[in-house]
């Protein structure tokens, strides 16, 4: 038997576990009310794991300074960024965006900024927070 | 006897399924809980394996095109029943058998081979070639494994001349041998254990399911109401191995090793009742901890002819060893 | 009974647990022993060089990287070499370092990687629990450097995008640190353990003879005693900058043998000169852009009007893989686009690996080149009307291509 194997192992049984936890253990069956009861301070949650300094999130797009390029559209890898002709802007899928940041780099007014926002789920692709500018 | 006995028996005899149920459930889902933390995980929580037994018979049972089909459907059942009868004739903490005769402990043996048969069958009669493999392996790994639990159960009857369990378990073995006897039993002991794992095919000796390679090998083609008797066959047979074991080297009672108010106190023998069953209980949870979970952390899987080898040279070995020291020191 | 023929077929695939990825392998058994091994590519094509040529080079990079998995570090590499080639375009040296020092950081993440899928093709769990944590650390530096765990869109064509900075050498030296540390516990579980002994001492040999005949690259070659890393025969990015040796195992006092454990060896070894590498790097950074041409505009109109082919050549975590470009003026959209990853290779080595081993050695044989289909798949010939596939090989492309000659040469041939 690897004695030193079985010596980590039961050193791992009483350790820290790796696991990076559920914000809460099970599923509330009501989210609204357990989103209350956060607020309220009734109910803890696990902390969140950190997001690094330089992450790629959502898109932020700023409409004034946007001159209607269309430089973006040229680097986007996932055809995200639609033209919009009558306003000269452009208008961005969330949905389709694989967060390249490359419309970042190429933006010669710095409209686009990576920003860290995570939380994109949805059930409608074209709802208002997956459109930007829509 | 009279009828009223044999009432309160029939009563036991009708409860000790769920019983055995419930415990082998509760104990899988602390050996899963268990292993997890080894590998540092969080893991399932304890009365997980409860839900997968809910689910499963929710399930739809499909039988494939190729299976015959009684056999098929057959097969889970005699796994479960095998174990379930076998709990019968075992003591269980401070209770006797149920049922006792002349040859309890040869009856547990063959009783216990029968899932490993039924689950075999069952995988040939699913007509896949995974399962046909899984079962040629089955077969082998039950080959070899018999011989070593054989030697260790015969030495423990020879030494008190009697096969029945209610018998052995009366008094532990160990108060019967001197220190070179002690050392023979120490060897079946280990040789106990190592029997432990292939009997419950888990890891190392997990050949017939062998998720990587068979894609769980007798089980693949088992599914809904059918793979959860499966999974209680196993549950329950865990708890069966587990008190044989208990009943063949540890039968001692907590309530023996101290004295706690007297006879003369109310509820005493209630608590002492208590105290037993709860000690037997720990008993166990060890016994599944050491022969199961650490083991099944701590190997990798053999091949198929090296699991066979294990058991039929280094383990009967031992066995042998360990029969030779205890007859020897009775001779002398 | 001798006479008779007592093999039966078992096919392992396209779905199993052995394999992670879609792939058949059909095999003749007798009883436990394999007697053939007939490997049936192509159930995960996607067509992503189609893909590509409807694209403008800028565009391709993050595709690139979403050819795989594990290697997208591997391949944006490549791309981004090949169109530099194409185009006349020099990185600068900073970006050459800081490329150098991604890909041996993903060499760590790849082989770590693979040492848990090993573990867990030979139903050691606890090792794959174990090495995959310890494997965050290198994805949490990733994440920290790219800002992503897997897609890193770190590469541009003419350098990098983002600088590894000195506030960030810190911590990429924790890291090392932190698996220096843990070397020799992994060392004594994959190579002292027992119980893994048993299974990939003298499992899957794949002879020096034969690995040089079947063309086998990588660490899968270089187990069994062939001296082949594009690192050092044609050394790329800055590693003709850097010291470095070929890892072979006789190198650490063992054989030669081209078994599954000589494998895991030279993996492990390789995560050694990865740190190793690493350090060299930071050491010798140079301070200067990490891209030769910012302006991302100016950079694709010179990227249209390139005229030519070049190819990417480099050592990925599973051994030597290719990228061929080529340009054409006034065309935006690459024109060709040909990608062959280090499994196509490999592949051809499961044959003798497979022969005369047992059913329980498929999965940690299949798993020893460490296979990633979703790079390497070819296409495959569907007859939509009937479902047929075939498989064209060798003689049956010759004729085809002899037939097409004669066709357009009106038959004069």
């Not at chain 1, 940041?101 to 920003?115: E, H, S």
Request: hydrophobic content about 45%.
């Amino acid at each position: 038997m690897p004695t030193s194997t079985v010596f980590t192992l039961i050193k791992q049984l009483l350790t820290k576990k790796a696991t990076n936890p559920f914000p809460v253990k099970y599923t509330p069956g009501n989210m609204h009310a357990a989103a209350s009861l956060i607020e309220s301070g009734k109910l803890s949650i696990n902390p969140p794991v950190d997001i690094p300094p330089n992450f790629r999130g959502k898109l932020s797009y700023d409409v004034e300074s946007c001159i209607g390029c269309k430089l973006c559209l040229k680097v986007c890898p996932s055809e995200a960024l639609a033209f919009k002709p009558d306003e000269k802007k452009v208008k961005h899928y969330v949905s389709r965006c694989t967060f390249c940041g490359q419309c970042v780099n190429i933006c010669p007014k710095d409209c686009f900024v990576l920003t860290d926002e995570f939380l994109m789920a949805g059930l409608d692709n074209y709802s208002d927070e997956l459109v930007l500018n829509p | 006897m009279n009828a009223q006995d044999w009432l309160i028996r029939i009563l036991f005899i009708l409860v000790i399924p769920f019983v055995g149920i419930f415990f082998g459930l509760l104990y899988k889902g602390f050996d899963r809980k268990i292993t997890a933390m080894m590998q540092s995980r969080i893991g399932p929580p304890l009365r997980q394996p409860f839900r997968d037994i809910r689910k499963l018979f929710m399930k739809e049972n499909i039988v494939p095109d190729h299976a015959v089909e009684w056999i098929f459907h057959a097969s889970p059942i005699f796994a479960l029943l095998a174990p379930l009868v076998a709990l019968v004739y075992l003591p269980i903490g401070p209770f006797e058998p149920l049922m006792e005769g002349f040859g309890d402990l040869i009856l547990i043996l063959y009783l216990l081979a029968i899932p490993a048969v039924a689950m075999a069958i069952g995988g040939l009669a699913s007509g896949s070639p995974y399962a046909t493999v899984g079962a040629q392996r089955e077969l082998v790994l039950m080959m070899s494994y018999e011989f070593p639990l054989a030697i260790a159960a015969v030495t423990i009857a020879w030494k008190f001349e009697s096969f029945s369990l209610a018998a052995i378990s009366s008094t532990s073995v160990w108060s019967l041998v001197g220190p070179l006897g002690a050392l023979g039993l120490l060897l079946i002991t280990l040789g106990l254990f190592a029997v432990l794992p292939g009997e419950l095919s888990k890891a190392p000796f997990d050949q017939a399911e062998a998720e990587t390679e068979l894609a769980g090998g007798l089980f693949v083609e088992y599914s809904g109401r059918n793979l959860g008797v499966f999974y209680l066959s196993e549950a329950v047979k865990m708890v069966v191995v587990g008190a044989l074991l208990i009943a063949l080297l540890f039968p001692q009672n907590i309530s023996q090793w101290y004295s706690f108010g007297g006879p003369h106190v109310a509820g005493f023998a209630l608590f002492n009742l208590a105290a037993d069953v709860l000690f037997f209980l720990l008993k166990l949870l060890i016994i599944i901890f050491l022969g199961v979970s650490v083991v099944r952390v701590a190997l990798a899987r053999f091949q198929i002819d090296k699991a066979s080898y294990f058991y039929w040279v280094p383990m009967t070995l031992l066995g042998l060893l360990g029969t030779v020291l205890v007859v020897l020191e009775g001779a002398i | 009974m001798s006479d008779k023929d007592t093999t039966y077929q078992v096919p392992i695939g396209p779905i199993h647990p052995a394999l992670k990825e879609p792939f058949m392998i059909n095999f003749r058994l007798d009883g436990e022993t394999i007697v053939d091994a007939d490997p049936h590519p192509g159930m995960n094509h996607r067509g992503i060089e189609f893909m590509g040529m409807h694209r403008n080079p800028l565009k391709v990079i993050p595709l690139a990287e979403r050819i795989c998995g594990i290697c997208s570090i591997v391949h944006q590499h490549m791309f981004t070499t090949a169109v530099e080639h194409a185009a006349g375009i020099e990185p600068t040296n900073r970006a050459r370092y800081i490329r150098t020092i991604m890909a041996e950081l993903e060499r760590i993440h790849s082989h770590v990687l693979w040492a848990g899928v090993a573990a867990h093709e030979i139903g050691f769990d606890t090792h794959l629990h174990f090495t995959w944590k310890i494997r965050e650390k290198v994805m949490d530096l990733l994440e920290f450097i790219t800002g992503n765990r897997v897609n890193y869109a770190m590469w541009t064509v003419g350098g990098v995008r983002r600088d590894i900075t000195k506030d960030m050498y810190p911590k990429i030296e924790d890291t090392l640190t932190y698996y220096e540390s843990l070397y020799t516990k992994l060392e004594d579980i994959f190579l002292g353990d027992p119980s893994i002994r048993l299974r990939t001492k003298d499992i899957g040999i794949l002879t020096k003879e034969e690995a040089l005949r079947l063309c086998g690259v990588g660490p899968t070659v270089r187990a069994s005693g062939v001296k082949k890393d594009v690192r050092i025969d044609q050394p790329y990015a800055a590693y003709g900058d850097l010291e470095l040796d070929y890892i072979i195992p006789s190198k650490f006092g063992y054989e030669n043998t081209g078994d599954v454990f000589s494998k895991t060896l030279v993996r492990l070894k390789e995560v050694v000169q990865s740190i190793d590498l690493i350090r060299q790097c930071v050491d010798q950074m140079p301070d200067e852009d990490i891209d030769s041409e910012p302006k991302k505009a100016v950079l694709l109109n010179k990227l249209k009007k390139a005229d030519g082919e070049g190819i990417g050549r480099l050592e990925a975590p599973r051994g030597e893989a290719f990228h061929y470009v080529r340009l054409k003026e006034g065309r935006e959209e690459l024109d060709n686009w040909k990608v062959r990853a280090s499994t196509y290779n490999n592949l051809a080595t499961y044959a003798p690996m497979f022969m005369g081993e047992q059913i329980a050695d498929i999965p940690i044989i299949a798993a020893c080149i460490d296979p990633c289909i979703g790079c390497m798949d070819r296409a495959v010939v569907v007859d939509v009307s009937t479902g047929q596939k075939t498989d064209y090989d060798h003689e049956d492309l010759h004729k085809l291509s002899v037939e097409k000659t004669k066709r357009m040469l009106g038959g004069s041939l």
